[in-house]
């Protein structure tokens, strides 16, 4: 069976490592809010190119807390209209909502799946704010989404929760360089006003439970995050907003911060994964991903679509190919979303019908990656 992701086999790689921070907090007993989470918050704001970095419980809780951090700070308001691609998970749509905020659904660009920045310009007039989401872990059309946000004065905020590293305008590998050499190379999270990650397990940069933080470098808004994402409190028993339980788990920090180390090697091998199935599947039933060759891609899932997928799907059973979809339902059309049921959007569910993602994990060998070029190429 070629697994999916290999999550034990990526996680061993830190057994010794990981241990030994076990052992050292056991012993400094401090577990909520200690030194490891200001050492990771420093080490990612570092890695993102961020002046600061908040820990939180999830991601999910990290991109409510910027809307409401926001709203705290009185620069958005309960039922502001906030732009989200609707070809996104469900957490996005879920935060606007959790903020009390009015989601406006737009369509992506079928060949990227993140928003399309050619959407009839009408919809952003009344808006406040835009969540761009890195799908699959590429970039969005970041510069063009930071043009509209410009043009029509909103809040541009990123769903980094697949793009950890990912790298805009970063340099082709290759001779024929698609960067333009005025513009600066920076990373996911710095790509507008405040930017939320995931530490789900199976992210990029995943740790061994839930976790999650915002990148910014917004004083003001760390300065309210912080107190929202600890019952509204500095000092303790001491309450100046009404807060949440959003914290990063001290003990899942010290894992982050170890796997922070090898997460570009990892995404490195990822895209090389990637090359290797763009150059070898060559079958016209599979419509594979666009990909620019850059580092602004660092392939959390590698989609193909295909028409019949149910067939495609037992065709993988057959091989002992593990696969996954991202993600089988739209949020429009899930029972929690109902009232969101009258939106039309024919791209979206088109997609979703479609895709299917295939193994890939910085830990896969290049045995397994042949053998799925070798048997896609046979169906
Ligand atoms: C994983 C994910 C989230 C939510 O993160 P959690 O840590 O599971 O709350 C949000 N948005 C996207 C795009 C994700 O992939």
């Not at 005025?182 to 530490?199: E, K, N, Y």
Request: hydrophobic content about 40%; charged content about 20%; proline content about 3%.
């Amino acid at each position: 069976m070629i697994k999916f992701l290999d999550l034990y086999k990526i996680n061993n790689r830190f057994r010794d490592a990981f241990q030994e921070s076990f052992s050292k907090s056991l012993d400094d007993a401090h577990f909520i809010l200690g030194n490891n989470v200001t050492t990771f918050e420093n080490e990612f704001a570092n890695y993102c190119g961020t002046k600061f970095c908040i820990g939180t419980g999830n991601g999910l809780d990290a991109l409510t807390l910027i809307l409401k951090g926001y709203i705290e700070l009185g620069k958005l308001k309960k039922g502001d209209k906030v732009i989200v691609p609707a070809n996104t998970f469900i957490a996005t749509i879920l935060s606007v909502i959790h903020a009390e905020l009015i989601p406006v659904l737009v369509e992506p660009n079928p060949n990227t799946y993140t928003i399309s920045v050619d959407t009839d310009k009408a919809i952003f007039v009344d808006a406040k704010a835009l969540i761009m989401v890195h799908l699959y872990g590429q970039l969005a059309d970041v510069e063009g989404l930071q043009q509209i946000a410009k043009d029509f004065n909103l809040f541009l905020f990123e769903d980094a929760a697949q793009a950890h590293g990912a790298i805009l305008n970063s340099k082709k590998d290759s001779s024929n360089s698609i960067s333009n050499s005025s513009s600066i190379s920076v990373r996911a999270g710095s790509l507008s006003d405040a930017a939320a990650f995931s530490f789900y397990p199976s992210k990029n940069l995943g740790a061994l439970g839930d976790g999650g933080a915002i990148t910014t470098n917004d004083s003001e808004l760390v300065t309210v995050i912080k107190l929202l994402r600890n019952y509204g409190s500095e000092e303790k028993y001491t309450n100046k907003i009404i807060g949440f339980n959003s914290r990063l788990d001290d003990m899942q920090a010290a894992f982050l911060s170890i796997k922070l180390k090898t997460l570009d090697n990892d995404n490195d091998r990822r895209r090389e994964i990637a090359k290797a199935y763009l150059n070898g599947i060559k079958n016209p039933k599979l419509k594979l991903p666009f990909y620019d060759g850059s580092k602004n891609h660092i392939f959390y899932a590698f989609v193909v679509e295909v028409d019949d997928r149910a067939d495609f799907i037992e065709f993988l059973n057959a091989n002992q190919i593990e696969w996954l979809i991202h993600y089988p339902i739209p949020p429009h059309q899930q029972e929690a979303l109902r009232s969101f049921s009258h939106f039309n959007l024919p791209l979206t569910e088109n997609i979703h019908k479609r895709i299917i993602s295939l193994p890939m994990s910085p830990v896969m060998i290049d045995k397994d990656i042949q053998s799925v070029i070798s048997a896609l190429n046979t169906y």
